[in-house]
T-cell receptor, first 110, second 116 residues
Framework: AQRVTQPEKLLSVFKGAPVELKCNYSYSGSPELFWYVQYSRQRLQLLLR??SRESIKGFTADLNKGETSFHLKKPFAQEEDSAMYYC????????????FGQGTRLTINP | DTGVSQNPRHKITKRGQNVTFRCDPISEHNRLYWYRQTLGQGPEFLTY????????KSRLLSDRFSAERPKGSFSTLEIQRTEQGDSAMYLCASHSRKESNPYGYTFGSGTRLTVV
């Protein structure tokens, strides 16, 4: 079965501190992994995807197939990073429907 | 055409009534998805269209739910005989399968349904 687990519903860190949002997945095959973000009163939007290997807004995520993890990291948190973050996966081919985790609400304290 | 548009933004209905939501995707996107999100959960897949063809439906989509995408443009999601458990945010997303598209899905703002 396809499943995405985000173990932390809430995460609070101070500005300037490192951030790590955890994501583990179960999938038979090679999925595509994503992080989506939803800022207050805005729509859900793509933050990054593992195949692009980009750093967006200072965030990076490395796919660890051995641990089936795709943790999101940022070395120095900023107040504007406060948002809801969702990890998601899809098949690389075919319908590409997304399976989401339950989300982590990140709060950056000043 | 700057994004995915959903209407209405909010809908309050009495139990047992029928409701219909509309989604207008990005015009060049041939794939359209419906998701449902309840409080404290991530979005859950409901159904998917490629052009006008409905290619996949989730088990979450009971017989009371029907979706259409005539002419491969906008899509509608209808819920008949609504129940309180249908209260949720209904999200629409569109996507292009072109390999040059690095941006993944584009989501709409959603329609929040409250069944009283």
């Amino acid at each position: 079965a396809q499943r995405v687990t985000q173990p932390e519903k809430l995460l609070s860190v101070f500005k300037g501190a490192p951030v790590e949002l955890k994501c583990n997945y179960s999938y038979s095959g090679s999925p595509e992994l994503f992080w989506y973000v939803q800022y207050s009163r805005q729509r859900l939007q793509l933050l990054l995807r593992h195949i692009s290997r980009e750093s967006i807004k200072g965030f990076t995520a490395d796919l660890n197939k051995g641990e089936t993890s795709f943790h999101l990291k940022k070395p120095f948190a900023q107040e504007e990073d406060s948002a809801m973050y969702y990890c998601a996966l899809s098949r690389i081919q075919g319908a590409q429907k997304l399976v989401f985790g339950q989300g982590t609400r990140l709060t950056i304290n000043p | 055409d700057t994004g995915v548009s959903q209407n209405p933004r909010h809908k309050i209905t009495k139990r047992g009534q029928n409701v219909t939501f509309r989604c207008d995707p990005i015009s060049e996107h041939n794939r359209l998805y419906w998701y449902r999100q309840t409080l404290g959960q991530g979005p859950e897949f409901l159904t998917y269209f490629q052009n006008e063809a409905q290619l996949e439906k989730s088990r979450l989509l009971s017989d009371r739910f029907s979706a259409e995408r005539p002419k491969g443009s906008f899509s509608t999601l209808e819920i008949q005989r609504t129940e309180q458990g249908d209260s949720a945010m209904y999200l629409c997303a569109s996507h292009s399968r072109k390999e040059s598209n690095p941006y993944g899905y584009t989501f709409g703002s959603g329609t929040r349904l409250t069944v009283v």
